[in-house]
């Protein structure tokens, strides 16, 4: 069964704007993970967060988690045509392995 | 450095066919992941190798499914009497350490599995 759900299911945008992705999960747990897919590819490892970690950045992408709210959020700003992918966030707890929600498709419009 | 290998990249197979799919980890990872993706939708767990055994699979989705991994490098994924439900991305990950550790799965480009 899948454990994190994300929202919206899709989200189209400009180039330059900044695309906010969000997901919910479940039940508790250990971290919290963004993926990327590009169609027909592989997933792409993004970021990590803690359960003890409320923000985190890398490059032109910041992760929030609020434990409280099981909840994520997943920001990129300034997008680019090359971010267009499907976006999916994984979770993993102390008995079980990663699960990850349906995802949310991406698009950026050059 | 190689990172995750799979095989074949396509499979297309008739009802009730035998099909065995290969995933060949990053060298020195002991975790390995098996997850299976329908159109539209994310990952879904289906069995984890810690090592040799398999620590978790508790998502394989019945006595059809069954996987190995004898020396704790490849793993073969084998479905049994293959029904057209099957038809999926099969996707395999490995990690250095496993479950309860940094987590990082390193993903391959999966096997499109067609059953007719």
């Known amino acids: 069964s899948q454990q994190g759900e994300e929202d919206p299911q899709a989200l189209s945008i400009q180039e330059g704007e900044n695309a906010t992705m969000n997901c919910s999960y479940k039940?508790?747990?250990?971290?919290l993970q963004w993926y990327r897919q590009n169609s027909g590819r592989g997933l792409v490892h993004l970021i990590l967060?803690?359960?003890?970690?409320r923000e985190k950045h890398s490059g032109r992408l910041r992760v929030t988690l609020d434990t409280s709210k099981k909840s994520s959020s997943l920001l990129i700003t300034a997008s680019r045509a090359a971010d267009t992918a499907s976006y999916f966030c994984?979770?993993?707890?102390?008995?079980?392995?990663?699960?990850f929600g349906a995802g949310t498709r991406l698009t950026v419009k050059p | 450095g190689a990172g995750v290998s799979q095989t074949p990249s396509n499979k297309v197979t008739e009802k009730g066919k035998y099909v065995e799919l290969r995933c060949d980890p990053i060298?020195?990872?002991?975790?390995l992941y098996w997850y299976r993706q329908s159109l539209g939708q994310g990952p879904e767990f289906l069995i984890y190798?810690?090592?040799?055994?398999?620590?978790?699979d508790s998502g394989l989705p019945n006595d059809r499914f069954f996987a190995v991994r004898p020396e704790g490098s490849v793993s073969t994924l084998k479905i049994q009497r293959t029904e057209r439900g099957d038809s999926a991305v099969y996707l395999c990950?490995?990690?250095?350490?496993?479950?309860?550790?940094?987590?990082?799965?390193?993903f391959g480009p999966g096997t499109r599995l067609t059953v007719l």
């Open positions: 060298s020195g990872h002991t975790a």
């Open positions: 994984a979770t993993d707890a102390l008995d079980l392995d990663m699960r």
């Open positions: 990950a490995s990690s250095l350490n496993g479950q309860g550790s940094y987590n990082e799965q390193f």
């Open positions: 967060i803690r359960s003890n970690e």
């Open positions: 039940t508790s747990i250990n971290n």
């Open positions: 190798f810690q090592g040799t055994g398999a620590a978790d």
